[in-house]
């Protein structure tokens, strides 16, 4: 099992192509399955002791590895039953199928166990599943002579009314996940759309699911990712490049002997008419390492660290500022306008946050001649850029090269996407980062790592995974004071 940071984010048609190159190369479906089964086996295996597993197999290629991975657990001496929806389709899944020497009960009537294993539908998944009557033995009117077949199965398809709801795939999947102990979706939860992280149907939330070959869209975005548990990458032998990566803790140096303020950085916050967020920026770059952090604006109070100086052009002219921070309570009057217009005419590079989101539009961003960094939560993302269908992922990246801007597209599924196809996602945020201010101290982070001298995509990524990190080590109802002050221990943990 390998942990996801860092790894390649694949669509469904990537994971394809990436399986038929190898598949060119003399590698069969079946020895892809084999190991995708043999992987799934031993993590089951170490996972459910003794405990009985039951694995739920579809008709494509996920249900194949769910047969493979029921014959390897049954060699292996685990307690093992399979349920099938209907007979494999695939010539893979039907191979795998013929190797599974048990029974195969039906998923309608299959009983509950503590351990479950959903191989119902992976990557192949097209549509919702609640329209999906559960083929049963015993509950279809036209089942008079049902019988099973040499290999287990309902001869034909027979499907039961799909009067009670727990007689539909998703209604049976929850029946027997709410039944399990433990709950293990390969590949993906049955339901999720890979590419867009749509729900397509509402799968069970599982305790665990094994990634096969490379994390999908739909392990990160949400509302998609809250179902799939703890995530872990399995190895099948298929080589993965892609643009997008899961987010990874950041190397950043630390000061050496040579070090002094203005090498670790200056940054300089324009406040504006809410004076909370711009300090909230000002100290969680002093947080996250900033060697000199200035507050541009009429604010009091502490740290005594904070240079407060009074908003002019003078100060803005400073060389020796690294990078400028707007939009943290900046309002959007008159005031507003002027400070951003300045900032935007000072050559220093950008975190365009907040408020100054609302005062700009695509054109004029992509006019700028310094590196750029947007960080909009939903709502302003939306405004600047329009609404849109398309999944996060597709939106950032065409945010980014519509601005030639590094975007933050912030939420629980933050995607970081650059003007050149890079694209980064943040996995398991705290959802107690949903408290206000948060976002200013994360413009605030990132503008330290601006300022530092990290590229913009570097420095954006840096300032999330910081930011992610610390609200981690809070724990529950933090407020963004703490996040700021808790930026201290999460540079301290890299
Ligand atoms: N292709 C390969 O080389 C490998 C694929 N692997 C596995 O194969 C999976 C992808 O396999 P498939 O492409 O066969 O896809 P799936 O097994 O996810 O399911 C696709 C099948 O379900 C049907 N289907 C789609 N939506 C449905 C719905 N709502 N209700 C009922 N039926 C529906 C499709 O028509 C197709 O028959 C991966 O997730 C992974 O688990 C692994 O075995 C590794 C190797
Ligand atoms: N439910 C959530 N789970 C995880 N992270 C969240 C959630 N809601 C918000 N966040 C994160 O918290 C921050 C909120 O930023 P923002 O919406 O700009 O708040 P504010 O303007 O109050 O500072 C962002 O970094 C965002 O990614
Ligand atoms: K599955």
């Not at 699911?209 to 995530?231: D, E, S």
Request: aromatic letters at 4%; glycine letters at 10%.
């Amino acid at each position: 099992m390998i942990d996801i940071e860092g790894q390649p984010i694949l669509t469904a048609a990537e994971m394809r192509a990436a399986e038929d190159a190898v598949i060119a190369c003399g590698v069969s479906v079946e020895t892809l399955m084999n190991r995708a089964g043999t992987a799934i086996a031993h993590v089951v295996r170490r996972l459910a002791g003794v405990n009985e597993v039951l694995i739920l197999c579809g008709p494509g290629n996920n249900g194949g590895d769910g047969y493979v991975a029921a014959r390897v657990l049954a060699e292996m001496g685990a307690t093992v039953r399979v349920a099938a929806l209907s007979k494999p389709k695939t010539a893979a899944a039907k191979s795998a199928r013929a190797g599974w020497s048990g029974v195969v009960e039906t998923l309608a009537e299959a009983k509950p166990a503590p351990i479950i294993v959903d191989a119902l539908f992976g990557t192949g998944l097209t549509r919702p599943l609640d329209a999906e009557p559960v083929p049963t033995l015993s509950r279809s009117p036209a089942d008079a002579g049902a019988q099973l077949s040499s290999k287990g199965y309902p001869d034909g398809l027979l499907c039961a009314p799909a009067s009670a709801g727990e007689q539909t795939v998703v209604g049976r999947l929850h029946f027997l996940a709410n039944a399990a102990q433990l709950r293990i979706a390969v590949d993906l939860p049955s339901g999720l759309g890979t590419d867009s992280g749509q729900a397509l149907s509402k799968p069970p939330v599982f305790n665990l699911t094994l990634a096969l070959g490379a994390v999908k869209p739909a392990h990160l975005l949400q509302p998609a990712a809250r179902y799939c548990g703890h995530i872990r990458l399995l190895d099948i032998g298929v080589p993965t490049t892609s643009q997008a990566e899961v987010l990874k803790p950041p190397t950043l140096a630390n000061p050496g002997p040579d070090a002094h303020k203005y090498t670790r950085g200056m940054l300089a916050v324009i406040a504006g008419i809410m004076s909370g967020a711009s300090d909230l920026a000002a100290l969680a770059a002093m947080r996250a390492g900033a060697g000199y952090v200035t507050l541009l604006g009429d604010t009091a109070g502490p740290p005594h660290a904070l240079v407060r100086t009074p908003f002019s052009d003078h100060a803005l002219a400073n060389d020796r500022i690294g990078a400028l921070v707007i939009g943290p309570g900046l309002g959007r009057d008159g005031i507003a306008r002027s400070r951003l217009e300045a900032a935007l005419t000072s050559n220093h590079p950008l975190i365009i946050d907040g408020d100054a989101l609302r005062l700009l539009d695509p054109e004029r961003i992509k006019a700028l001649k310094v590196p750029v960094i947007l960080t909009p939560h939903a709502g302003e993302f939306d405004a600047l850029f329009g609404k849109s269908d398309a999944d996060k992922i597709t939106r950032a990246r065409e945010a980014a090269v519509l601005t030639n801007a590094v975007v933050v597209f912030k939420g629980a599924d933050t995607v970081i996407a650059a003007p050149d196809g890079r694209v980064r996602i943040a996995q398991g945020a705290s959802d107690w980062l949903s408290t206000a201010g948060t976002g200013d101290v994360l413009a605030g982070a990132i503008g330290a790592m601006l300022a530092a001298g990290l590229d913009p995509l570097d420095a954006a990524c840096a300032g999330v995974w910081l930011h992610g990190d610390a609200a981690r080590r809070l724990g529950p109802a933090f407020i963004a004071d703490d996040l700021a002050e808790a930026l201290r221990s999460a540079r301290g943990a890299l």
